[in-house]
């Protein structure tokens, strides 16, 4: 999969998860039907998110964006939708054009952040599997903590 399809994809579906969210948040507080829609919703949500983060730290360090590019695109995922938007003008003006710069045969890595991602994409089935892992953990210690208002009540 190209640098271009991943990002987009995990951008439309941090998107699409929002939906979920907002659709669990409207049944719970507006309709005071149910929590099940916040719990899933929240759930699915919360791990694309995650994805969605790790994403573009991949193609921050694969692109070689400059750090206001690369924080915008994070940030991105916290304001509904703004995934698409950020997506469609990081693409618009080429910022995910190319391949994986770093994989087998391409440029030699340089510095902790390079070598891990050319490790990443040499080893790409051993690192779905940290990675999968990796995401479960932070996903269950977040879950584990409780919706985020709550962390500091």
Not at 32 to 48: D, K, N
Not at 83 to 92: C, G, R
Not at 111 to 136: C, D, N, S, Y
């Amino acid at each position: 999969m190209s640098p271009r399809a991943l990002f987009r994809s995990v951008a439309f579906a941090e998107a699409v998860t929002w939906t979920l969210l907002l659709i669990g948040l409207f049944l719970k507080y507006v309709t005071e039907t149910t929590e099940v829609g916040v719990r899933i919703g929240g759930g699915i949500h919360g791990f694309v998110f995650l994805c969605y983060a790790a994403v573009t730290c991949f193609m921050w360090v694969n692109q070689k964006w400059p750090a206001k590019t690369g924080l915008l695109a994070l940030v991105s995922a916290v304001i509904p939708y703004a995934t698409i938007p950020v997506e469609k003008s990081l693409d618009k003006r080429g910022l995910l054009n190319g391949g994986w710069r770093l994989a087998a045969g391409g440029e030699e890595p340089r510095g902790l952040l390079e070598k891990l991602q050319a490790w990443v994409l040499r080893k790409p089935i051993t690192a779905i599997v940290v990675a999968l892992i990796a995401v479960a953990v932070v996903f269950s210690f977040l879950l584990f903590l409780g919706p985020p208002d709550t962390w500091f009540a």
